[in-house]
């Protein structure tokens, strides 16, 4: 049974431009989360698709979008990428979206920005 | 202050000592807390959920929660060389909902 799986599992950019990474949930989740984790640092709620809808987002800017597909697979989008966004982006996914469960997570992209 | 305070350590204790990690919070809307271990280069790995306060036991893990001084703690038995990595205390107020994490404690155990 798969898990999260996320691809790419690393990428290098150059400040300015822009990123997508994906993440395709564990058989039978439907919620996905997306987390930034800083080297150091414990991860950071980004936002949490459900039924193809962003339900909950944290303190991000704008720069940072993203889409859930009907077959609960999702993408992360940050634009005009800073220094500052150099770190892992994890993808957790659960069953059912107010569930008493804890999160899956995916083994990560890491992202640098030069 | 920040809504969760873990100390990142580094702890190192020898194989088969009591290892105790702890994290302390603010939010009293807290009900939903979790350990997560995430060894290097790897995401996180959900080992213990625990719902309110009390104690939960999984073989050589054991959860603590005391919400009334907003302390929760995990303790491992017997502790193995495997069990280095770093350990993440999460929480959140709702079930399904975004998750709050520590910054981590990371564990070294020499055999």
């Known amino acids: 049974d798969a898990g999260v799986t996320q691809s790419p599992t690393h990428l290098i950019k150059t400040r300015g431009q822009q990123v997508t990474l994906r993440c395709s949930p564990k058989?039978?989740?439907?919620?996905v989360s997306w987390y930034q984790q800083a080297l150091g640092q414990g991860p950071q709620f980004i936002f949490q698709?459900?039924?193809?809808?962003?339900?909950q987002r944290g303190n991000f800017p704008d720069r940072f979008s993203g889409h859930q597909y009907p077959n609960y697979s999702s993408e992360l989008n940050v634009n005009a990428l800073l220094l500052g966004d150099s770190a892992l982006y994890l993808c957790?996914?659960?069953?059912?979206?107010?569930?008493?469960?804890?999160?899956?997570f995916g083994s990560g992209t890491r992202l640098t920005v030069v | 202050q920040k809504e969760v305070e873990q100390d990142p350590g580094p702890l190192s204790v020898p194989e088969g000592a009591i290892v105790s990690l702890n994290c302390t919070y603010s939010?009293?809307?807290?009900?939903?807390f979790m350990w997560y271990r995430q060894y290097s280069r790897k995401g996180p790995e959900l080992l213990m959920y625990?719902?309110?306060?009390g104690n939960k036991e999984d073989g050589r893990f054991t959860a603590q929660v005391d919400k009334s001084s907003k302390y929760i703690s995990l303790f491992i038995r017997d502790s193995q060389p495997s069990d280095s990595a770093t350990y993440l205390c999460?929480?959140?107020?709702?079930?399904?909902?975004?998750?709050?994490f520590g910054k981590g404690t990371t564990l070294s155990v020499s055999s």
């Open positions: 957790a996914s659960s069953p059912g979206q107010g569930g008493n469960y804890g999160y899956t």
């Open positions: 058989s039978g989740h439907d919620t």
């Open positions: 698709y459900y039924e193809e809808e962003e339900r």
């Open positions: 939010n009293s809307a807290f009900q939903y």
């Open positions: 625990t719902y309110s306060s």
């Open positions: 999460a929480m959140s107020d709702q079930a399904g909902t975004a998750l709050i």
